[in-house]
């Protein structure tokens, strides 16, 4: 099983854990980090809406907890007829740890649907360079 395959069936699982009893809307997100290693997340919601947090969220997380600091290529998977791409605060939140050219592969339980950069997600955007003095 190539990378990528093994990062679909990560994500996949992690859909299936995600915990959304409100929006009934499960996104598994797993992350290829600089080192190789793997790590997944899915999302998580709460009785306070806006307490709940991304699957982008919950992987990068396990990332830095994980002792890695740079995302190279990351799944994101959700279900239904439109591309569930990363919302704005998390493609914020993966410009933390990744370059302009990290792959972001857009996906539903069958597979890839779009593979995209960061910098096409989020251009001309602020990043940890601007608060270097
Ligand atoms: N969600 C994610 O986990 N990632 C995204 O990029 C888009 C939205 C979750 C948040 C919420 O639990 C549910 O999907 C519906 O918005």
Redesign the pocket.
Known sequence: MDTLDKMLQMARDAMDR?Y?P??K???G?VIKAKSGKLYAG????NASYPA??????GAISAMVLGGDTEIQEMV?M?NGENL????GS?RQRIREFAKSDATIHICDRNGVRKSMTLGELLPVSFGPENLKF
Do not use: K, L, R, T
């Open positions: 995600a959304a409100y929006s809307f499960s996104v997100a899915c999302n998580v919601e709940g947090s991304c699957a982008e969220q994101v959700g569930v791409s990363p919302c998390c």
